[in-house]
């Protein structure tokens, strides 16, 4: 049968990277973006590749929505459309409920009327764990929930769901929950690409010599969006539907504060002497302390590993955003 791959959120972080990945490996894409909306800046390499098909569509819609799974009838969905920015969704929940819940509903029903069954994998997040105490680290698929912000909630959501479908109507949906991607084209409202923005901004003097932070102090895991892409591939071919993996990079080398990362990303500036300043507005009202991962389940199966460093991922980071801002691309 013919492989017919639809990326949900190809315009995004995420679904770019995806695109590309696919692309480099021979494959089309169908990719679904929204007729008024979307970012296509991310996607401004493919508008013009005959491989991509991009088709209209909001997930919140669920006849639009209907309408685009019947016409393409994917084998594979790799179902990134998602509200992802955590601050914004306090002022929003229902907003993310929609999109997040709501969305990946109208999709799974879509796919049921229209009668196939394709491998439907679903980017849970870290962020659902929440509030993780150290005693309770690493973070396994059978760590309590206790989420920090409405994103999380609505994430928790989109993941149950598909457990839920997938019991119910035998459907291949594919769950992961991925700790913290980063690298180009990631939005510059969270930490890192913000600090790298700011920094290329004050590089070009488009800003005075101060980068504004909100909470610094929190510890993740990082892994490069090009690993974190052939991870998600590796997930949707080989993982076992309605079962949960965590996927991350999760030896020492990649585990760091924000305030580390900006220390290292201030030591490339270009510029010497940058000051550090906490821009109220940027405090989320409860933060994270840590999400790390125990990945073992996932990696045992599929044999992934991280090959991108951390400096890399800084690196990379930082470039893109010297590279925005000398083209403009707001
Ligand atoms: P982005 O915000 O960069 O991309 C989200 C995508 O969803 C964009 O293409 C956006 O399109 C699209 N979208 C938003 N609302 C709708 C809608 N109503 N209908 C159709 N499309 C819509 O997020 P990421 O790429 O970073 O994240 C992708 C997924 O991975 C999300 O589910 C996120 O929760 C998950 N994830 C991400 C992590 C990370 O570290 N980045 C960690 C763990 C999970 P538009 O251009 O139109 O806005």
Redesign the pocket.
């Known amino acids: 049968m013919e492989e017919k791959i639809l990326i ?8 770019s990277h995806m695109a590309d990945l696919l692309l480099e490996n021979g494959y089309n894409v169908y990719g ?3 007729w008024n ?3 296509l800046r991310n996607i401004r390499h493919l508008l013009n590749d005959e491989r991509v098909v991009l088709l209209d ?4 819609d669920p006849i639009g929505t209907r309408h685009v799974i019947d016409e393409i009838k994917p084998t594979k969905v790799l179902h ?6 955590v601050s914004p969704s306090w002022l929003h929940p229902s907003h993310y409920m929609d ?1 997040n819940y709501k ?1 990946t509903v109208n999709l799974l029903d879509a796919i049921r009327e229209t009668g196939i069954n394709p491998r439907f994998h679903i ?4 962020e659902e764990y929440g509030e993780i105490f150290d005693e309770e680290l690493p973070i396994t698929d059978r760590s309590v929930l206790r989420p920090m912000n409405p994103y999380a909630v609505s ?1 928790i959501a989109q993941d149950l769901i598909g457990f839920v479908y997938y019991k119910s109507y035998d459907m291949n949906i594919i769950r992961t929950r ?1 700790f ?2 980063e690298g180009p084209r ?2 510059h409202v969270f930490g890192i690409p913000s600090y790298a923005y700011q920094i290329a901004r004050i590089e070009a003097r488009k800003q005075p010599p101060t980068v504004k932070v909100g909470h610094i102090d929190d510890r993740r895991n990082f892994t490069h969006i090009k690993d974190m892409v052939r991870a998600y591939w590796l997930a949707v071919e080989m993982c076992k539907p309605g079962e949960l993996y965590l996927i991350g990079s999760e030896g020492e080398e990649y585990i760091y504060t924000f305030r580390e990362a900006l220390e290292t990303l201030l030591s490339m500036a270009t510029v010497k002497g940058i000051k550090v300043e906490v821009e109220p507005d940027f405090v989320r009202p409860t933060c994270v302390p840590r999400l790390i991962g125990d990945t073992k389940k996932f990696r045992e199966l599929t044999g992934w590993k991280p090959e991108i460093g951390f400096e890399k991922i800084l690196e990379d980071t930082l470039n893109y955003w010297r590279q925005f801002i000398k083209e403009n691309l707001y």
């Not at 949900?8 to 679904?15: D, L, S, W």
């Not at 569509?57 to 919140?60: K, L, N, R, V």
């Not at 990134?80 to 920015?85: L, T």
């Open positions: 949900t959120g190809i315009t995004g972080f995420v679904g679904l973006k929204r909306l979307s970012r569509c909001d997930i919140t990134f459309a998602a509200e992802s920015f999109v969305g980017a849970g997040s870290g994430k991925a913290n991607h990631r939005d």
